[in-house]
């Protein structure tokens, strides 16, 4: 799914509730709860099989809609993605059934990795990144079973919504640059054309502008 | 025209030189895909690489690299629990600590032994002229005697330059 501004990427709201799966593709939901608590008990007993089967339906979404989009960085978030799903094989034993299934403790556990990879990094570069552990306002609500595409785009929601408040905080100009260039994906030359600056003045803006949007973006 | 005039004061106070290079840098390294070595730069180009990945996501991508670190990470996990912490940065250095710990201990263990002194040939076959067990019937001899004649024969190995 890619967003742009004539999809009204800016106002993104109406996601599908989670829980349901389409019809069709893997029946009703009690039964694909069903399904991932039996799975999970399985892995708990050792079952490899079982194991592999969870981690790669849920792998997809905690990667490109969790990871990815508070990491940036590819391969830092290929390297979170791998820490976390040995931190969850090694804490198997202790996940207690929830309704929500087993997504929900693996995007904690990468959150919280995230968030000590940024602590980690600030504390070695100095960086003003602002890191935060308050999940709970921008938790989306899971159930057991959900199908892999719902989840990805509640999630993307949330990154959505943590992406327009980062924007809401820049000026119009830089706000402008950012879009243009990030969102709209137009060269350099075509931005610079849009906003009435040399390519080297717009180029300027867009580092001012990403300064002001990491200080502003934090990690949650 | 020079850079300060044709510079929009809305965008701020205007950039100096060292900016304009690590913007112009920065926007370089929006087109390629390694990360560049200076931090400031590298975290401004993952705010970037954030903005991209919320909105234009790249589903198929995403799945390869899942699918990919989901065996890395299975095969990892099946290995004993003693290899699986020493990987990373921190495995890493434990191994190269105990490495040197180990080169250090065996350099102090050596260097407190004394190193083998050379022995001339004389030395050699005189050595255990004052020390090898006494002959048949020796018993009652005066301890002097036997001195004596240990001496006698030690003195004439000298001569003989050690031979017997």
């Known amino acids: ?220 | 025209m020079s850079h300060a005039d044709d510079w929009n004061p809305d965008d701020g106070p205007p950039p100096s030189d060292d900016e304009r290079a690590s913007a112009r840098a920065l926007s370089e390294a929006l087109d390629h895909r390694e990360a560049p070595r200076d931090p400031d730069l590298a975290a401004a180009l993952s705010v970037a690489r954030r903005v991209q990945a919320t909105a234009h996501p790249d589903p198929e991508a995403a799945r390869k690299v899942a699918d990919r670190v989901v065996s890395a990470a299975l095969a990892e996990h099946a290995r004993p629990a003693w290899r699986r912490a020493l990987r990373g940065r921190w495995g890493l250095a434990a191994v190269a600590a105990a490495g040197l710990l180990a080169v250090g201990v065996g350099a102090g263990v050596s260097a407190t032994r004394p190193a083998p002194r050379p022995v001339d040939p004389i030395t050699a076959t005189t050595a255990g002229d004052f020390t090898e067990r006494l002959g048949e019937n020796v018993g009652s001899a005066p301890a002097a005697r036997i001195y004596d004649d240990r001496m006698r024969a030690y003195r004439d190995r000298l001569l003989r330059g050690g031979r017997r």
């Open chain 1, 1 to 220: 799914m890619t967003l742009s501004p004539r999809d009204g990427w800016l106002f993104a709201r109406e996601v599908p509730a989670y829980g349901a799966r389409p019809r069709g593709i893997m029946g009703a939901p009690d039964a694909a709860a069903a399904e991932e608590r039996a799975l999970v008990e399985a892995a708990k007993g050792g079952d490899r099989e079982a194991l592999e089967l969870l981690l790669k339906r849920l792998a997809t979404p905690l990667y490109s809609a969790v990871i990815l989009p508070r990491v940036g960085n590819p391969a830092d978030a290929e390297d979170i993605l791998r820490d976390t799903l040995l931190r969850a094989m090694e804490r198997l034993t202790t996940f207690h059934w929830t309704g929500a299934g087993l997504f929900p403790w693996l995007r904690q556990i990468a959150i919280h990795l995230i968030v000590d990879q940024a602590r980690s990094r600030q504390r070695r570069e100095r960086l003003g990144e602002r890191y935060e552990h308050h999940v709970a306002d921008v938790m989306p609500l899971h159930h057991a079973g959900a199908d892999e595409m719902l989840m990805e785009q509640q999630e993307r929601a949330v990154s959505l919504r943590l992406m327009e408040a980062a924007m809401a905080t820049l000026n119009p100009r830089y706000r402008r640059a950012v879009e243009l260039r990030l969102l709209e994906e137009r060269s350099r030359e075509e931005c610079a054309e849009a906003m009435g600056v040399t390519t080297g003045n717009f180029d300027v803006i867009l580092h001012r502008a990403l300064a002001a949007l990491r200080k502003a973006y934090g990690v949650r």
